[in-house]
């Protein structure tokens, strides 16, 4: 992640997915569409976690938007652990 277009590009992808119901979104720390359309980022620390809709796969991504790029993606649950809650 070197860029906010990356980051936007990834969040439009991110996106595409939600409305595919393959992933939906767990929390957020904005709404994804917000980074899409607000012209400054929503905040300095902005962090999604993405579920799978078929199994219990979580990824956490997070971005430090005051640093200008940063971004990561994390597995915060694999597949083969039981589902939370
Ligand atoms: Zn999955």
Not at 36 to 48: A, E
Not at 49 to 75: D, K, L, M, N, P
């Amino acid at each position: 992640m070197n860029s906010p277009y990356e980051y936007r590009d990834l969040i439009r992808q991110i996106l595409e997915t939600v409305e595919q119901r393959t992933f939906h979104l767990l929390s957020g720390t904005c709404p994804l569409e917000e980074i899409l359309t607000s012209k400054q980022w929503p905040g300095d620390y902005i962090v999604h976690v993405i579920g799978c809709t078929t199994c219990s796969h979580r990824f956490q991504f997070s971005v430090e938007t005051y640093h200008g790029g940063g971004g990561a993606w994390e597995v915060i649950t694999s597949p083969s652990s039981s589902k939370a809650q």
